[in-house]
């Protein structure tokens, strides 16, 4: 139990008093003493399709068995190419490439990198600023991370990525606290671009990064037309927009990708954990035609040097193909869809419960936020992850907001029991 060194988590409590699970099947784990655990975080937001699709873990199985690994580096294999037209077709056809990584840290480094090399093949080399926005999350890696907008995870690790500059967030309680679906006010925040635009010539600008809804800060969900603003200044100034879909890409809002619920495409889209339904680690940015095309104009020789050991590893890819399969033949997107508004009203019915200041939602994601310990930040979401978990409740927990993100074919009866023993747990809480 000592030698693992776990990541994000209170090591030190863990040891103490851990949580283990030992199986999975639907909307369950099972612990290793026996209990059943409703998943409502979708392990960490990256099993859309429930647990134990027997369809994916005999592809990955078959798999295994036929090619164990095989370079994608001067080299090919016949089911990454095939994922990758099935990707294109699952996004609407508005992506031509996809690009695989085995993470969406790496899917945001790539893209980051991507966007740098596009703007010098054209010429556009003074090109070399991002921006990310204030507690957005994009992973840790040190693009990322640069771009990324969480204190916590930046503070140990020195100055990082230079030329990175921040928007604001887009959370407001004191406006929008209680809203139902896209927040009203707020959509004025995309203009900050603008300013930043005013402090560094926008042909030093290679791109702009941001969740379409940040889900690992707390899901702050955008303000009614903040994204297609973001979008339009973008445009106005040659400057790339890349969402980072690593949540809420594969179904989360009950459309393929966000950028499809609100009608806004970015220019790259970043991707991971529910593409392989989180059987195998998998990432892939998909990239819009133009950006690709200018790689293609690069002098004779290798396009773009980036790539990584396990991109399109045979396995992930056979997950992949599976976890489309199964997005097709169970109807996810159409269950996602159909059970959406009960689950908006269940969430709904925690208002008034001790603590409880916000609550949010969009999709099949929603935040509930808690009204801090004074002068102990996170302490009572904490406490809300370990009460849940002994009630059999799986959840997701950021400082003090709850986050909740069950798989896409739950049914009334999961949201019934989600709900439940989530009122009863803030009912108890101190
Ligand atoms: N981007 C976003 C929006 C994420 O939510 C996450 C993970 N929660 C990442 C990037 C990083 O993905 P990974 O942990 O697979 O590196």
Same mark, same amino acid.
């Given at each position: 139990?000592?030698?693992?060194?776990?990541?994000?988590?209170?090591?030190?409590d863990?040891k103490?008093? *851990?949580?283990?699970?030992?199986?999975?099947?639907?909307m369950?784990y099972?612990?290793?003493d026996g209990?059943q655990?409703l998943?409502?975080?979708? %392990?960490l937001?990256?099993? *859309?399709?429930?647990? /134990?699709?027997p369809?994916i #873990?005999?592809?990955i199985?078959?798999?295994? +068995?036929?090619?164990?690994f095989?370079?994608t580096?001067?080299?090919?294999?016949?089911?990454?190419?095939?994922?990758a037209?099935?990707?294109?077709?699952?996004s609407?056809?508005r992506f031509?490439h996809?690009f695989?990584?085995?993470?969406g840290?790496?899917?945001?480094?790539?893209?980051?990198?991507?966007?740098l090399?596009? @703007?010098?093949?054209r010429?556009e080399? /003074?090109?070399?600023?991002l921006?990310?926005?204030?507690?957005?999350? @994009?992973g840790?890696g040190?693009g990322?991370?640069?771009?990324? %907008?969480?204190?916590?995870?930046r503070?140990?690790? /020195?100055?990082?990525?230079?030329?990175?500059?921040?928007?604001?967030?887009?959370?407001?309680?004191?406006?929008?606290?209680?809203?139902?679906?896209?927040?009203?006010?707020?959509?004025?925040?995309?203009?900050?671009?603008?300013?930043m635009?005013l402090l560094?010539?926008?042909?030093?600008?290679?791109a702009?990064?941001?969740?379409p809804?940040?889900?690992?800060?707390g899901?702050?969900?955008? *303000?009614k037309g903040?994204?297609?603003?973001l979008?339009?200044?973008?445009?106005?100034? %040659?400057?790339?927009?890349?969402?980072d879909?690593v949540?809420?890409?594969? %179904?989360?809002l009950?459309?393929?990708?966000?950028?499809?619920?609100? /009608?806004?495409?970015?220019d790259?889209?970043?991707? #991971?954990k529910?593409?392989?339904n989180? #059987?195998?680690?998998?990432?892939?940015?998909?990239?819009?035609?133009?950006? @690709?095309?200018?790689?293609m104009?690069? *002098?004779p020789g290798?396009?773009?040097?980036?790539?990584y050991?396990?991109?399109?590893?045979?396995?992930?890819?056979?997950?992949?193909?599976?976890?489309?399969?199964?997005?097709?033949?169970?109807?996810?997107?159409?269950?996602?869809?159909?059970?959406?508004?009960y689950?908006?009203?269940?969430?709904?019915?925690?208002?008034?419960?001790? @603590?409880?200041?916000?609550?949010?939602?969009? +999709?099949i994601?929603?935040?509930i936020?808690l009204?801090?310990?004074?002068?102990?930040?996170g302490?009572r979401?904490y406490?809300?992850?370990?009460?849940?978990?002994?009630?059999?409740?799986?959840?997701?927990?950021?400082?003090?907001?709850?986050?909740?993100?069950?798989?896409l074919?739950?049914?009334?009866?999961?949201?019934?029991?989600?709900?439940?023993?989530?009122?009863?747990?803030l009912?108890?809480?101190?």
């Amino acid at each position: 139990m000592s030698s693992f060194w776990m990541p994000f988590t209170n090591n030190r409590d863990f040891k103490r008093d *851990p949580r283990l699970l030992v199986s999975a099947e639907g909307m369950y784990y099972r612990d290793v003493d026996g209990n059943q655990v409703l998943d409502g975080a979708a %392990g960490l937001w990256c099993v *859309p399709c429930g647990h /134990g699709q027997p369809k994916i #873990a005999a592809a990955i199985a078959q798999m295994a +068995g036929q090619l164990d690994f095989a370079p994608t580096f001067q080299m090919g294999h016949p089911a990454a190419f095939e994922l990758a037209e099935r990707l294109i077709d699952f996004s609407g056809g508005r992506f031509s490439h996809v690009f695989y990584t085995n993470s969406g840290s790496e899917a945001v480094d790539t893209a980051l990198k991507i966007a740098l090399a596009y @703007h010098r093949l054209r010429g556009e080399g /003074g090109r070399t600023r991002l921006i990310g926005r204030e507690r957005g999350y @994009h992973g840790v890696g040190f693009g990322g991370l640069s771009v990324g %907008g969480i204190g916590a995870n930046r503070k140990a690790f /020195g100055p990082l990525l230079p030329g990175v500059d921040h928007l604001r967030h887009t959370h407001d309680p004191e406006r929008n606290a209680f809203a139902r679906g896209e927040p009203e006010h707020g959509a004025e925040l995309a203009d900050d671009l603008e300013r930043m635009l005013l402090l560094h010539d926008p042909s030093t600008i290679a791109a702009v990064i941001v969740e379409p809804v940040a889900g690992s800060t707390g899901v702050l969900i955008p *303000p009614k037309g903040y994204l297609a603003r973001l979008r339009a200044i973008c445009d106005r100034h %040659g400057i790339l927009l890349i969402f980072d879909e690593v949540i809420t890409g594969f %179904g989360r809002l009950t459309t393929p990708f966000a950028g499809d619920w609100f /009608g806004v495409e970015p220019d790259m889209m970043t991707t #991971a954990k529910g593409i392989t339904n989180g #059987a195998v680690p998998m990432g892939a940015v998909f990239s819009k035609g133009f950006i @690709h095309d200018a790689f293609m104009d690069a *002098p004779p020789g290798i396009e773009l040097f980036h790539g990584y050991t396990y991109s399109g590893h045979p396995l992930a890819c056979a997950a992949a193909l599976a976890t489309l399969d199964v997005f097709a033949e169970q109807g996810v997107l159409a269950n996602a869809a159909a059970i959406q508004p009960y689950f908006e009203e269940a969430l709904q019915s925690l208002r008034g419960l001790p @603590h409880v200041i916000d609550l949010r939602s969009l +999709g099949i994601i929603a935040g509930i936020e808690l009204a801090p310990i004074p002068g102990q930040p996170g302490a009572r979401g904490y406490a809300a992850l370990k009460a849940a978990f002994a009630d059999g409740l799986l959840i997701r927990t950021t400082g003090d907001i709850i986050a909740l993100s069950p798989p896409l074919v739950m049914e009334r009866q999961h949201v019934d029991e989600l709900f439940g023993k989530l009122a009863d747990v803030l009912k108890r809480l101190a």
